[in-house]
């Protein structure tokens, strides 16, 4: 696999068990008409759309070779991670004590659903204004969000292994911990980005 391409796969990769999850819930959810089915098929659908065409957009090969590509992508990618990220303060807030956390959960999920709202959006606009840099950076961040999902199976994963399957405040900590994690090795990228280039 040649370089370019091992970070767009190890994104999929990390992405692979909530794509499946989120396929097979889809599945379990058609034909449903509750109030709280289409949201959350919505959040699924948004979050399988922007963590694909998400891990593709760091392909530096693919963007150099094809910008149109990279736009147009870009243009399917951020509505649906404004999708996911809408969708999910929706369901951080209606859903907040369905856990059985307290509203912990919910509370994680408000905030970084609404983070990931306003990093998606500011990325636009740098975009908008030709701050490449700037877009890169904000999108990143709007992604790593994203991508709590994939973390949050490993670190719940690895939980159950030592602990237990964790419920209530133990559950939403771990939760919390994947979007805090993926964030932190956001910006240490960024920030190794900003060196190499200044």
């Known amino acids: 696999m040649r370089a370019g391409w091992r970070v767009p796969a190890g994104l999929i990769g990390l992405s692979a068990l909530p794509l499946v ?48 590509w990279h736009r147009v992508a870009g243009r399917m990618a951020v509505p649906g991670g404004l999708l996911a990220g809408g969708t999910g303060v929706w369901l951080g807030v209606v859903h907040a004590h369905g856990d059985g956390d307290g509203g912990l959960l919910g509370g994680f999920r408000v905030v970084f659903g609404g983070g990931m709202l306003v990093f998606l959006l500011l990325g636009f606009v740098a975009i908008r204004r030709r701050e490449v840099a700037r877009h890169r950076a904000w999108m990143m961040r709007g992604y790593a969000i994203a991508l709590g999902a994939g973390t949050q199976a490993v670190l719940l994963s690895a939980y159950v292994a030592i602990a237990g399957t964790p419920a209530g405040v133990p559950r939403a900590l771990v939760m919390g911990a994947a979007w805090v994690i993926n964030l932190v090795v956001a910006e240490l990228v960024i920030r190794g980005q900003r060196r190499l280039v200044s």
């Open 21 to 68: 999850v989120g396929a097979v819930r889809l599945g379990e959810l058609a034909g449903q008409r509750d109030a709280g089915t289409l949201p959350l098929m919505l959040h699924i659908v948004g979050a399988m759309v922007f963590s694909l065409l998400g891990a593709l957009q760091v392909a530096s090969g693919v963007r150099r070779r094809w910008p149109g």
